[in-house]
Structures are given as C-alpha cells and as structure tokens.
C-alpha cells in the first residue's frame, strides 16, 4: 500500500491536496482560526487556545494578532517571544518554524505549497511543499512574503514588501523583489 496524500505532503513529495484527510485537517484549522479571529481580545489573550492547539510547538509569550491565517496549524512551531502583527497568513503544508524572539509585521505571508507547472496536473490539485525556518531575532516587515524551501538566519531583517525566494545569512538585511542584500546590486 503507497503513502497517504498527508504522508507524501509530509515526506515532501508531491502529493493531491485535493484529498479527505487534508480536507478534514484544513477545516479544523479554519474553525481554530475563526475562533482566534472573533473573540474578544480579552477572551482570546495572546493566542486562543483552539489555535494554539493545533500548533506542533509553541515556546511561552507568544501573542498572534488578529485576524491570522493557517492552511493548517499542525505543521507550525514557534519559539519564545514570536509576535505576528495583524494579518499574518501561513500556508503551512511544510513545516514552518519561527525561532525565538522573532516578529512579523503586519501582512507578512508564508507560503510552503508550489503548484505543479504542469497545467492540468496542476488542475487535479497536485503540489509540493517546502518547509520555511526563520531564526532567532529575525525582524520581517510588514507584507513581506516569503516562498517555501528558504531559511532566515537568526538576526536577519527582511524589508517590508520584500519577495524572499532565497535563504537569507544571519544577520544580513534584505529588501525588495525579489529581495536581495542591501547594497549589493
């Protein structure tokens, strides 16, 4: 018997998202995220405990603005002290790991899934998903948006608006589309 859809996603092989158990899966986090997004900020403190229980890890003082998004929140871990202004999407069919001390601005999008090229495979739902690791006291401005299989080395600044679809060294600053070294042309 082959690997499920959920276990090809996670082995990183190219897998239909277009199958029951993602489906299933996919929904508890919209009902998580949902919950996290329309309760009072007093109920929901700095994270709701739906949402946080989807999470694979979650280091203490960790405070998610809302509204957020997640395509399904098993696959997220983050350190102490993360903070993820408002609007902050993850699509996270890859492991996405956010290092301590880390913030995101407003806006900021994590994308792991790549569609296939192809169009009609592309059309029966058949994509890949590359994980995202973002280090410890990385500061990433608001819309930025980063691509599946990039690392963010710890103390790194991404500008906002930036386009990161390469890995980004410990402490380097990089800004635009796509985003590269400032002062390097």
């Not at 002290?81 to 408002?86: A, L």
């Not at 290092?99 to 009609?120: F, N, Q, R, T, W």
């Not at 995202?132 to 991404?158: F, P, Q, R, Y």
Request: some cysteine; glycine content about 14%; hydrophobic content about 40%.
């Amino acid at each position: 018997m082959g690997l499920s859809e959920r276990q090809k996603m996670a082995a990183g092989e190219w897998y239909c998202c277009f199958d029951p158990e993602l489906d299933a899966l996919r929904w508890q986090a919209r009902e998580a995220v949902h919950l996290h997004n329309s309760m009072p900020p007093s109920q929901r403190g700095n994270l709701a405990p739906a949402l946080s229980a989807l999470f694979a890890e979650l280091g203490e003082s960790v405070f998610l603005e809302a509204p957020f998004h997640c395509s399904y929140g098993i696959n997220i871990s983050l350190g102490r002290r993360v903070y993820m202004n408002t609007g902050c999407v993850i699509l996270d069919s890859a492991s996405v790991r956010i290092g301590d001390g880390s913030m995101l601005g407003p806006g900021v999008h994590i994308y792991c899934a790549e569609h296939h090229k192809d169009p009609e495979l592309r059309g029966a739902g058949m994509e890949i998903a590359r994980p995202v690791t973002i280090g410890k006291s990385v500061w990433i401005g608001g819309g930025a948006i980063l691509v599946g299989g990039v690392t963010i080395g710890d103390g790194a600044i991404i500008g906002a608006g930036s386009v990161v679809t390469r890995d980004v060294a410990a402490g380097a600053t990089v800004v635009g589309n796509p985003a590269r070294p400032v002062g390097v042309k």
